[in-house]
Every structure is written in structure tokens, then in C-alpha cells.
């Protein structure tokens, strides 16, 4: 007897039938072809290969809540950049982020008025200035000492009515 709820993810499932059924397989290693990790949100609205122009296997995506530079990020950019051919990073949040929109404390309320869970112990990390998160996340890996001196690192937003990329002179 299976405990996965398979009703809950028939949808997935289905859509996963249908693409194994077309899947040609591929080749790759698993090394990001493009030398390029990109941490970008979890937004549903960025398609992160796409607005790039990249290809599977081109890309190694790091996505969260607000695309912030996390410690798990700077794990993950270690790992990248020694095994995985990462050599450069383009930190991408983009425009109309709830992370951007909502203080730290609104959405804790939010959380415990709508839903009654206490959220105070996470941090969020919300932002009222995503010039300045960004400065500060493509800053902090330039100067994280166990990443490669060399690694390439840019901040870019993504206009999510426009599908624009404005870089952002850091």
C-alpha cells in the first residue's frame, strides 16, 4: 500500500506521463554547460532558462523567496563552482515580488490572522529596497572567502510585465 497521495498529484502525474512519453533523454552530465548559476525567486512568473535564452543543462537555478543570497545559496555556489563548471552568477530578483512588498512584520501578521500559525521564528528576509538587497547578495558572494577569486558575479532584475532583464551596475 503507497502512502503518496497520488489524487493530490494526478495532475502532476498525468503531465509527467505525457512528457516521459515524448522524453528523447539527454546527454548531458549534469555540469552547467554555460558556466552560468542563476538565483532567481520562486516566482511562478519567471521561466529562468527562457528569459535567459538557455537551454536544460546550460543553467545551474537556485530559486527562493525574493532569489536572496542565502548560507544554503553560498553552499550550493561552492559545490557549483568546484564540481559542477559554474564560473559565473547572475542574481535575479525581479519586479512585483511579494518579498518586496510586504514588511517581514506584515507578512508574520498575515500568516497569524489568516491561517493562526506563529511565523516569528523564521526570517523571511523581506526587502523595501530591492536595489540595495541586490547590492548587498551579489556583494556577499564576491566576498565569500570559499568561492572561487575569479567567479564572475552580476545582478540583474527581472521585469515580469515586460520580460526585460535590467542589469543593475554593481
Not at 75 to 95: C, D, F, I, K, S
Not at 101 to 116: K, M, P, V
Not at 151 to 166: H, P, R
Amino acid at each position: 500500500m503507497s502512502n503518496f497521495p497520488a489524487e493530490a498529484f494526478s495532475d502532476v502525474l498525468a503531465g509527467n506521463r505525457d512528457y516521459a512519453q515524448a522524453y528523447e533523454g539527454m546527454s548531458l552530465t549534469g555540469r552547467a554547460l554555460k558556466g552560468l548559476a542563476m538565483v532567481t525567486c520562486m516566482d511562478s512568473r519567471i521561466a529562468p532558462l527562457a528569459c535567459v535564452g538557455m537551454a536544460p543543462g546550460d543553467v545551474k537555478i537556485l530559486r527562493n523567496a525574493g532569489a536572496r543570497v542565502t548560507d544554503d545559496v553560498l553552499r550550493t555556489l561552492v559545490l557549483a563552482t568546484y564540481l559542477l563548471g559554474v564560473n559565473r552568477v547572475l542574481v535575479m530578483p525581479h519586479t512585483d515580488c511579494k518579498m518586496a512588498s510586504a514588511t517581514e512584520q506584515d507578512i508574520h501578521r498575515t500568516i497569524l490572522n489568516e491561517f493562526g500559525v506563529d511565523t516569528r521564528s523564521e526570517e523571511f528576509r523581506t526587502v523595501d529596497d530591492q536595489l540595495a538587497a541586490l547590492e548587498y547578495d551579489v556583494t556577499r558572494i564576491r566576498a565569500y572567502p570559499l568561492l572561487p577569486k575569479d567567479l564572475v558575479v552580476g545582478g540583474a532584475i527581472y521585469d515580469v510585465k515586460t520580460g526585460n532583464l535590467n542589469v543593475i551596475d554593481i
